[in-house]
């Protein structure tokens, strides 16, 4: 079974950026898309992006212009770069796996704060 273990989050002020990292236990090469999440407290966990194998990317409206999502086949890794950040932002930040097979991962989640 594969792990997904994401890191990078952390507090930081509105206008600020965070890297997070979605580090997979096999190769993302096995990945139909691989996207990141998030859940805010009282919300519904949301799609904020997603890249498929061959690298077209999808965006939420809300971090349109603000995040971008890349991947590192040699590093099996996903990141997530968060520029501009604002307090909506605040919220668990999962990493998420489709599998060509029909199989999905997700990360354990990490949180990022926004402060304003």
């Known amino acids: 079974q594969v792990q997904l273990v994401e890191s990078g989050g952390g507090l930081v002020q509105a206008g600020g950026s965070l890297r997070l990292s979605c580090a997979a236990s096999?190769?993302?090469?096995?990945?139909?898309?691989m996207g990141w999440y998030r859940q805010a407290p009282g919300k519904q966990r949301e799609l904020v992006t997603a890249?498929?194998?061959?690298?077209?990317?999808n965006y939420a409206e809300s971090v349109k212009g603000r995040f971008t999502i890349s991947k590192s086949n040699i590093k099996n890794t996903v990141y997530l770069q968060m520029n501009s950040l604002k307090p909506d932002d605040t919220a668990v930040y999962y990493c998420?796996?489709?599998?060509?097979?029909?199989?999905?991962?997700w990360g354990q989640g990490t949180l990022v704060t926004v402060s304003s």
């Open positions: 890249i498929t194998s061959g690298g077209s990317t």
């Open positions: 096999k190769s993302i090469f096995s990945f139909r898309t």
């Open positions: 998420n796996g489709a599998f060509y097979s029909g199989e999905i991962a």
